[in-house]
Each structure stands twice: as structure tokens, then as C-alpha cells.
């Protein structure tokens, strides 16, 4: 290993599919993944995260750039990175014909398992995912939230050195998801690195060390949670005016508590706010006072996706946080 | 640091040396390819049986006018044809298990395990090739009951099923290509309609020679025809007049046919599995 401490070292990587001339699916792609943390890739429908995992994972070929993973460059030494990796793919990637044990079995057999210890990992994992009773059941009769737990667990065989798991949540009730993230978390307690890639916000906030953020096949933005969400800026106030008449009184009445510029945009006025609840608060009772009528009033809360817009321009969901002026004014209180 | 959270109890513990593992992950997949015909039990008897429903097809509808033709029974004419058309259409069974699992996911996973490269095409060919002999053990047994008295010498016998066995060879690669390079196991359909002419423009049912010259030309170089009509000798059926060059060498090219087609598509099939996607 030249580097003991980065488990994942991609350098310029590109990869087009149908050729040269094809669609440019990742350009320039950079990542260094710390040993023993947690890295999510985030990024819209499209993005080509799966096209990364599959690259990282041995299973596509990179049309350049360097790959290096465990210690083992990917393009190169694929053998070296297979031994050292799971992978836990997108959709999920068992034997259906088979029951839940079989697939078990049969994966801890090729993961150099002698027959009865197989039998033995299989019931652990049955045991630890929650589907004991369906075990002996072919897996095409499963749900897909439990379809999703035999595939993780036949990734979690023995504990890689890397595990890569592509969406790992997606689809599955809020419980069984809270289980997954609880899987991950011992892996990493023992000594994997993970690297997952997820299209929501909140599950990259829970897992991640680190984040990447993915937009058109490149790192649009990549830090900590918290220093993704400050690179956005202060929270802040939308108000929607009844009337857009009214518009120079609004901006009289609220500059004074905004931590910025006042603006109107489309109908609807947008307060930065440094100190978000004082702020919040003086502004609303300031607009009660003036009896200025109101339509709308949200507080925001800049999310990993206002990240992504802002530094992408790519859209993505938003969330708003809905407070009338009436709770506010019992807040003031 | 928790520890009593330990997700791994039973570490690995099998042998590391290639060789063992090569033959541990081959025995793995066919096992679990043979777990397949337990659980689809109904389409498997069904696959075994396909051969005897299209052979009493084909008995009851040309039977009695090719059996004057011949000079003899035509299930003594048509029992060797049948045989090759067990192995045939194997063709279709391993194109769609190899489809099935690389569309599925299933073959990269296998990829991306440590596990043994040739396990994977290994165990498709040892289960294929079981699935196969079971075939033609009913299709034989069928025969048999059906009033089918082979001639043959123990020698001879071993050559028909060296043939077969060799013809199914041909099918198992040609078929792991195939179902490797399909995007879906949909995608298929197209190829699996080229079964019908290549079986029906040979010598499994028909007389090639009461065929109109240039087609009989074609039957007769169809590599399914050279098995069908090597068998035939092999087992002392009612020869028929194949007058063609491909007819008079029709045991060289049951070998040679074969042979080509696994020249062709067992390294193609290697490389394809082994080399990434790109
Ligand atoms: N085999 C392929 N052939 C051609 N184009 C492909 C192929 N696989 C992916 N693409 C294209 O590459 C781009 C990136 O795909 P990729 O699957 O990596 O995205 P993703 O970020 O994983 O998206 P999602 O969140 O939908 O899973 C997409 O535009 C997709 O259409
Ligand atoms: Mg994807």
C-alpha cells in the first residue's frame, strides 16, 4: 500500500459509454476516502454514482485516470481489489430461484467458507436481518424491503476492507432503513471503510464523514455535513406578501433584522437571518405590528440540497419549514 | 468501542490454495444450479419432456409416408435425430441461465467475489451438462418404449454419446456467449426463433435428400445434421440417400462442426466474462 491511510483514490477518472464519441458519464472525477470512514456520494438521478461503484469495484473499466482501492490499483490488480472489497449494488443482486438461506450459503461458501461454518455465517446473517421466518422461502417470493436485506446481508458476509454500497436504503420502510444504517455503522466499528452512494440527504447526514457531492460526473462540493450546509449560508425567512404593492414597507419593516440584502423574488421576499430564531421572531411580531397583510410566511433552513442547487444548479427537493405568523407570535411570549 | 456488537462470529475458514478453491467454487455453483431444478421442478420435467411431445408430433404427422420412403419404421429413422435435438436444444436452457444472472446482477456480484474465475462458467457446464444426460436418458427410454430397437455395439454406443455430448459442448459455449453478451433475457426471442429453421432445415425429421436439391445442400452442412446422421449410422438406422459432400462426410464434420463452434466461443466466452464491461 503506498498510502496506509486513503482506502479510495480515484485521479481523473472519465468514462464514456458507447465510446469516445459517446455520452461523457463521469469527467474528471477526484476522491480520496480516509481508511475506516464512512463517504457518501450524493447526487441526483443520472449523476453517475453507479457508474463509479462499478468502476471501483472492478466490474467497468475506466476510460482514464487511476483507480486505486485497498491498496490495489482496480484497472491492474482487479483480483487484489476483488479479495479486499464487498459490494452491495443497486438493485439487488441474489438468486431469486433460491431461498434466502441458499443465496447465504452459497455466498459464504464463495467467500471461502467451509460447508458447515456456512451454514452457520447464513444463520447469523438470517438472524441479524430480520428474516429467520422466511429463510427457507425463494427470495422472488419476498417483499422488496426484504429482498434489500438478503442482498446486504450476502454483501456482509465477512467484513471487507471496503464495502460499497449503491443506494442502500432506497425503497425500504423508515424501521428496516434505521436497521441497515445500524449494520453499517458496526462494519465501520470493525475497521471497514464504507463508501455509499444515496440520493437522500438525511442518510448521508446520518452515515457520512465525509460527502461528495456529484453533479453531471464530477465533485460539485465535497466536506463535512455541517461545512456543506455553511457553505450555503444563513438561514432565512420567505414571506409572501398578499400584495407585491406593499413590497417597500415589507423591506422597511424587515431589513432590520436581516443579516443581509432584503430581496423580492418572483412574489416572494427573501430575509436572511444571522441569528435564526431571535431574528425570526422580531421580524414576524415586526410585520404583526405594521399589520402588513401576509399570504406566506416559511423559515429556511439551508439543506444539502440548497447546497446542491446553489453550487450545481441542478434542482433537487426542497424542504420548507412552515410557521404562521400566529405561532410565531405566541413564541414571542 | 462496542463490543458487544461482534457482526462477525464464523470467520472463513476453508483452504486458500488455488487449486482447492477452484474446485470448491465450481462444486458451489452447480450445486447451486442444480438447487434450481428443485425449486422450478415443473419447468425442468417440462424441458425433459419437450423432445418426446415434438418427436410423437412428428411421428404421428410423417410417419406413415416417410416409413414406406424408408423402407423401415421412421421412429427407427427419427430416434437418432431426436437425440441430437435434445442436445440442440440445450442451446436455449443456457442462454437464458446465463442471461438471467448477468441481467440480474448476479454474475457481477460473482465478479466482484474472490472467489475462483472459472468457477462461475465452470458449474453452468458441469449442471448443463447433467441436465443434459437426464434428457437424453427420458428421450432414450422413451424411444425404447415406443418400439425403438437400436443396432448397435457397445463401442458404438459410447461414440453416439461422445457425439452428443461433444455437440452439447458446442451449445453450452456458444450459449454462454450469447446470454452473456444479451442485455436482457428478453432479448433472446430473436435468437431462440432461429432454433426453428436450424432444426427444422436438417436431418432430425426429414430425409434431407427428399428435399429440394439446394435446400438439402443447406440441411445436410447444418452441423446438427452431421450429428444426426452420424448417430444414425452409429445406432443402425434406415440410412437415407444424402448425396452431398457434407452428407458422405457427415462424421467428419459431427466432430469438426463441434469443435469449430467451441474454438469460436470458448475463448470469446472466457474474455467476455473476464474482461470488464466498457
Ligand atoms: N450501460 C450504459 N450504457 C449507456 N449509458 C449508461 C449506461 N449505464 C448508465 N448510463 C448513463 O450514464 C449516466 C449515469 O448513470 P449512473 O447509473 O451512473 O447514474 P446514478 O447516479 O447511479 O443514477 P441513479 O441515482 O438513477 O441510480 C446516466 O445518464 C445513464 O443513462
Ligand atoms: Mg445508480
Known sequence: MQDIETAISLEGVQKSYGGAKGTLVLDNLDLQVARGSVHGMLGPNGAGKTTAVRIMTTLLAPDAGRVVVAGADAVHESGRVRSRIGLVGQYAAVDEALSGRQNLVMFA????????????????????????????????????????RVDLAAGLVTAPDVLFVDEPTTGLDPGVRQDVWTAIRELVREGTTVLLTTQYLEEADQLADRISMLGRGRVVAEGSPSQLKATV??????????????????????SKWSSGEVSLVDGVIRVPLANRSSSMIGATAALHEATLPVRDLALRTPSLDEVFVQISGQTALETHHHITPETAGKDTK | MNTSTTPIT????GSTSPAARALADTWTITLRDLQHWRHMLGTRIFNWVWPIILMTLFLGLMGGALGYALGGSYLNFVMPGVLAMTVFLGLEGTMAAVSQDSSRGVTDRFRSLPMSGIAVVGGRCIADLLDSLVSLTVVFGAGLIFGWRPDTTGAEALAVLGLLLLLRVAMLWTGIFVGLKAPTPESLGPINMLVWPILFFSSVFVDTATMPRWLGTIADANPLSATATTVRELLGAPMTGGETWFAEHASTFAVVWPGLLIAIFLPLAVSTYRHLRS
Open chain 1, 233 to 254: 449560508g444563513d438561514d432565512w425567512l420567505e414571506v409572501t406578501p398578499e400584495s407585491e404593492a406593499d413590497w417597500p414597507l415589507f423591506r422597511q419593516k424587515l
Open chain 1, 109 to 148: 461458501r464463495l467467500n471461502r467458507y467451509r460447508p458447515a461454518s456456512a451454514t452457520r455465517r447464513a444463520d447469523e446473517l438470517l438472524e441479524r436481518f430480520g428474516l429467520g421466518e422466511a429463510a427457507d422461502r425463494q427470495v422472488k417470493t419476498y417483499s422488496g424491503g426484504m429482498r434489500r
Open chain 2, 10 to 13: 464464523t470467520k472463513p475458514d
